[in-house]
């Protein structure tokens, strides 16, 4: 937002000393003016490209690196905002104004462009943050659950824990047991879970192997050490506050805390953890844009559109067709966006990673019928059918063929170069 409002300065100041003279209505003085505003939105992509190295960074120091799922999520990114730049430039003619009153039409229209730019590229950069962290979650996590069953179990839990910066025996030591008074306490609950838990190898953790109440020892343990790991990763992504960073701390050190209402929670099969709500509160602040970046990528869409009848779209069915195709998306996009506001349901669509994929088709089903668009037009302009392909009266098939492919191929060549507003 800073780099957009100093850009937009700064063409207000380059074009202050120019509009006190006589000549400001010559079409001389304005004719650089569509230039000026397509360099402008290249810009502010531009700075807002830069806001992603933090996440590409994070990714880097997260102890768990790149992986498939993550180079996909950067792979979509670019690919989404390459995009919608190609759409955008679809949609602006770049046509001299007949008149300063259309320079201003053209200049007050993309001001909602720029600022739903600026918007859907911050919420990508959240929803990049999201997913990223989702994944190094998921990778860290399953590895851990893997070495747990391997044959080599401790060591693998060593390794784990070293991946994140973190001595898993130093860590081990500084957490005191819940006592055996509070397991006696509520024996009755949780001997069920001490006599049925086989998932957790034994560690070798400060307990009495000779105690009836061992596993249940063990589980607590096993509980904070992995939130442990937990906030170390939430700590490289920057999610935790001082109050947060505290909260985690208490259910990590207090033996009294929330980790042994999980226990309760472990062998009731609840749906909702003491965990759980200590991830949604350092995730929910930080996040909040991607719940929304579906919305604001409609927006595109719709800004798009308007720029295309503020800039005066010709009498053509062509040019009303495209202009249309980017309402259309607008509708499309909010519908799913509002379809999703359910917490749970929005919550599953983020957290498995599907907004940003959603995202992409929706802008390459946009930009491929816009350049079908093109296409049937530029048939048009030749007089023939765009269905059909006429052949030459050659004989020889390899000569037909050559003489298809080359009339295709430079039909589609301009397509794609093809402005369907100006189409007469």
């Not at 569509?34 to 290249?42: D, K, V």
């Not at 392909?389 to 589609?412: E, G």
Request: aromatic share 12%; charged share 15%.
């Amino acid at each position: 937002m800073t780099a957009w409002l100093l850009a937009i300065a700064i063409e207000i100041y380059c074009h202050f000393p120019g509009a006190l003279r006589t000549d400001i209505f010559n079409p001389l003085r304005y004719r650089r003016i569509p230039s000026r505003l397509l360099t402008l939105t290249a810009v502010v992509i531009g700075e807002g490209l830069n806001g992603f190295v933090g996440p590409i960074v994070n990714i880097a120091r997260s102890g768990v690196g790149f992986n498939v799922g993550i180079s996909i999520q950067l792979i979509l990114t670019g690919v989404t905002i390459f995009l919608a730049f190609c759409i955008y430039v679809r949609s602006f003619r770049l046509a001299v104004p007949e008149n300063m009153h259309g320079v201003l039409r053209v200049i007050l229209a993309h001001f909602p462009v720029h600022l739903a730019l600026i918007l859907f590229l911050e919420g990508l950069k959240s929803l990049l943050n999201l997913t990223t962290l989702d994944n190094s979650l998921h990778y860290w996590l399953g590895r851990y659950h893997r070495s747990t069953s391997a044959v080599f179990a401790f060591q693998d839990e060593l390794d784990s824990f070293t991946q994140l910066g973190l001595d898993l025996l130093s860590l081990n030591s500084t957490l005191t047991p819940i006592s055996y008074q509070s397991v006696a306490n509520h024996w009755d609950k949780l001997q069920p879970l001490a006599l049925h838990w086989d998932k957790l190898q034994p560690l070798p953790l400060h307990y009495d192997p000779n105690d009836t109440y061992h596993d249940v020892v063990l589980v607590q343990l096993e509980q904070r050490l992995l939130t442990s790991a937990i906030q170390a990763i939430y700590n490289v992504y920057g999610v935790l506050d001082s109050k947060k960073a505290s909260d985690f701390r208490a259910y990590i050190y207090d033996v009294e805390g929330g980790s042994v209402d999980d226990l309760f929670n472990l062998y009731t099969n609840s749906s909702r953890w003491k965990i759980d709500d200590l991830m949604d509160e350092a995730e929910n602040d930080i996040f909040a844009p991607a719940t929304w970046v579906t919305g604001v990528a409609a927006a595109v869409f719709l800004a798009l559109g308007l720029l295309m009848v503020f800039e005066g779209i010709p009498r053509h069915k062509y040019a009303w067709w495209s202009a249309v195709l980017r309402f259309v998306g607008f509708g499309a996009l909010m519908l799913l966006s509002l379809l999703n506001l359910n917490s749970d349901v929005l919550s599953n669509w983020l957290w498995k990673r599907w907004t940003l994929p959603t995202i992409s088709i929706s802008y390459i089903i946009v930009l491929t019928v816009d350049y079908l668009i093109g296409w049937i037009a530029v048939c048009e302009m030749d007089g023939l059918s765009w269905w059909r392909v006429p052949l030459q009266p050659v004989h020889a098939l390899l000569t037909r063929v050559d003489a298809t492919t080359r009339l295709w191929i430079n039909r589609l060549r301009r397509a794609m170069t093809l402005d369907v507003q100006t189409v007469a």
